[in-house]
């Protein structure tokens, strides 16, 4: 095995730490930890569930033997993948990031870019107790080198069984000695044998917004000059890869890398990960697939899609990445001249490829996310929320004791709390949802006219249960007969959105407050991001949705009527969410196809194109309008149902006080 770079050895030692209770010395150690970012550590969730199954927020400490001179510093959980349960934690799920609550220096380790899960030598640090079986015990400084030899699912790692890792050391950080880089963290040491478990350190990324704080604060304390110990992990790496400290222009340094991520740490987001896979595709000329299990959240994330096991592509495909991310974020009002200005410069350096650099001066970005392919130029009416303007809401209820049959009633909200009944029918034995289209076209058509503005259609909201989110309003003829210049569906004229009917009223208390706590949340999030409902390999639970980043809308492609879609529609109303995308006529009992995932990552390009969450319902109709229009590129988008139930904006009660009745 490599022996260790003395100086990495003494700097990575300097960042791991354990984690105790608050009471002082005389407590046991949970576990360890390790400095990922400024304030920011990093260690298993299973080593804080028991300290904290009773309450999230209590404070405990966090101790190192080279933070704060040993004194512990106090510190609580910012957020974890997994909630307490009693059961054994899977890999991917087995992470926490705990917030120092005073501010002290210390030193943080350097996490990997890649996705790809390592394979080969690391060395294993953390803290054990001694004695080894005293639950009492001081905490003392581990380490020792291991081999991973085996991938287990997609963020699991197994040692071989040639080394004994002591109690104490799960959460405890692993370095790979070839690269000078974090590569993961230990997770578990086998009871019968040697060896144990680890999670890859791409697992972090399914924190989605905190690692996107997190990771921009990790690139800025390693961009700026060393205090701690006169040496950093980019000196260490750049020994390690022989390169001298001037740099080579030809190859694609730490010192390079260094600079890059600072750079792209500086910039706007990209908000979702298909922009981040094809600009990689781009550079690398459509050869350089991602290496992993682990969606890109960061422009970080996609440089390291640019390496070729442990040696980087050259400098050229760099290079170019980085000219398409300020291509990208200029693209979209945002300003990338630092990042530009060093390109240029560091293109200068590489005399010898002069000829190439046109691959980088006169790049394009790839088709689709080019700004005429997203009509800049075209108004998107944000939905209005309370006092913002006026909306139709059609309530229909369900005949008690038939089948498939309905009353209906349509209402003009004021947006203002009033809300007055423009027409209604609970005559007879109510109506097929395939009656329903014909019937409503007239009372639809006299309301539409009366409350739309030039250029401001008014949204239509379709209250209805669960049971039948299946409805297909949005495909519904506009009239019996339409010109060939107009829209001849109802999706194409207006926004058209469903609401949860069985919210309508007064929610218990607690359902309530999730709903709110939620829509609040997730329309002050800086970026929206898609959600995989079910997430590949689970089964849908309201408490993994409940337990999700405020930015995250679930996105099905099963059918909502059936089988696996109704518990993942199920889960994602019981865990409070408003906003929601789903397949009207997704899969019910087979896996998924490859449309399932050109729908995916669709989506989740269109919701990282959104300034804010009440965009999306115009977004959606603009869609559906070249659709209509016969645009290429746009059919994906023609089964898609979207779930708009604003808290704030509530579904009229059944006993609305009739203001205008219909003639």
């Not at 990093?42 to 966090?62: D, I, K, Q, Y």
């Not at 990997?112 to 001081?138: C, E, L, N, T, W």
């Not at 109506?431 to 639809?444: E, F, G």
Request: glycine residues 10%.
């Amino acid at each position: 095995m490599p022996e260790p770079n003395e100086r990495l050895d003494a700097l990575a030692r300097a960042a791991t730490v354990h984690l105790v209770p608050l009471e002082g010395d005389g407590a046991g150690m949970w576990g360890s930890g390790f400095f990922v970012a400024p304030g920011w550590v990093l260690t298993c969730a299973h080593v804080v569930h028991g300290p904290l199954r009773r309450s999230r927020e209590l404070v405990f400490a966090v101790r190192g033997k080279e933070v704060n001179d040993g004194i512990p510093v106090k510190a609580r959980l910012e957020s974890w993948l997994s909630e307490p349960s009693g059961a054994r934690v899977s890999a991917q799920e087995d992470l926490a990031l705990v917030r120092l609550l005073d501010d002290v220096e210390h030193e943080c380790v350097w996490l990997a870019d890649r996705s790809a899960q390592h394979m080969g030598s690391v060395i294993a640090y953390g803290y054990r107790p001694d004695p080894p079986d005293s639950p009492v015990a001081r905490a003392v400084p581990w380490s020792a080198h291991a081999e991973i030899n085996v991938r287990d699912d997609d963020y699991g790692l197994r040692f071989k069984p040639d080394t004994d890792f002591p109690p104490g050391v799960s959460g405890g950080p692993l370095l790979d000695p070839a690269t000078g880089a974090v590569v993961g963290l230990i997770k578990a040491r086998r009871t019968t044998t040697n060896g144990g478990l680890a999670v890859a350190g791409a697992a972090l990324r399914r924190f989605r917004e905190t690692y996107e704080r997190m990771i921009v604060t990790h690139d800025e304390w390693h961009g700026r000059v060393p205090r701690l110990h006169g040496d950093n992990w980019i000196h260490e790496q750049r020994r390690l890869s022989g390169a001298p400290e001037a740099g080579r222009p030809e190859v694609w340094s730490p010192d390079d890398r260094r600079a890059a991520l600072g750079l792209l740490a500086a910039l706007p987001p990209p908000g979702a990960s298909p922009p981040i896979r094809k600009l990689v595709r781009k550079a690398t000329g459509g050869s350089r697939l991602l290496n992993g299990p682990a969606d890109p959240i960061t422009w970080r994330d996609g440089h390291g899609l640019l390496y070729d096991g442990a040696q980087p592509l050259e400098p050229l495909a760099f290079l170019h990445y980085l000219r398409l991310v300020v291509l990208y974020v200029r693209s979209r009002g945002g300003d990338a001249d630092r990042l530009a200005d060093w390109v240029d410069e560091r293109l200068a350096q590489d005399t010898e490829r002069r000829p190439l650099h046109c691959l980088v001066t006169d790049a394009r970005l790839p088709d689709g996310l080019t700004p005429d392919a997203e009509s800049p130029d075209r108004v998107v009416l944000p939905y209005p929320g309370p006092g913002e303007g006026t909306t139709v809401t059609l309530v229909l209820d369900p005949v008690i004791g038939a089948t498939d049959r309905y009353y209906w009633t349509l209402y003009v909200n004021d947006g203002e709390g009033g809300s007055e009944i423009a027409a209604e029918d609970y005559s007879g034995e109510g109506l097929l949802l395939s009656q329903l289209s014909a019937q409503l076209r007239a009372p639809l058509s006299k309301v539409f006219q009366e409350h739309d503005e030039v250029g401001r259609p008014i949204p239509l909201e379709v209250a209805v249960h669960m049971d039948d989110f299946d409805a297909q309003v949005h495909r519904w003829p506009v009239a019996d007969i339409s010109p060939l210049y107009e829209p001849g569906r109802l999706g194409e004229q207006r926004r058209v959105v469903l609401r949860d009917l069985t919210r309508r009223g007064a929610p218990d208390d607690q359902a309530r407050r999730r709903w709110e706590t939620r829509w609040a949340a997730l329309n002050g999030a800086r970026n929206i991001t898609a959600l995989r409902t079910p997430a590949r390999g689970q089964r849908p639970q309201a408490r993994r949705l409940q337990d999700v980043p405020d930015s995250a809308v679930p996105v099905m492609c099963w059918t909502p009527g059936h089988g696996t879609g109704r518990e993942a529609m199920h889960a994602t109303l019981e865990a409070g969410h408003g906003i929601a995308l789903w397949h009207v006529n997704g899969h019910s009992t087979r896996g998924c196809s490859d449309d399932c995932e050109e729908l995916h990552n669709r989506i989740e390009e269109l919701l990282g194109r959104l300034g804010s969450a009440a965009e999306l319902p115009d977004r959606l109709r603009h869609l559906r309008m070249e659709i209509g229009r016969a645009e290429a590129g746009r059919r994906w988008a023609e089964p898609l149902v979207l779930l708009y139930d604003d808290p704030r904006r509530p579904v009229p009660p059944e006993d609305s006080l009739v203001l205008d009745s219909p003639a």
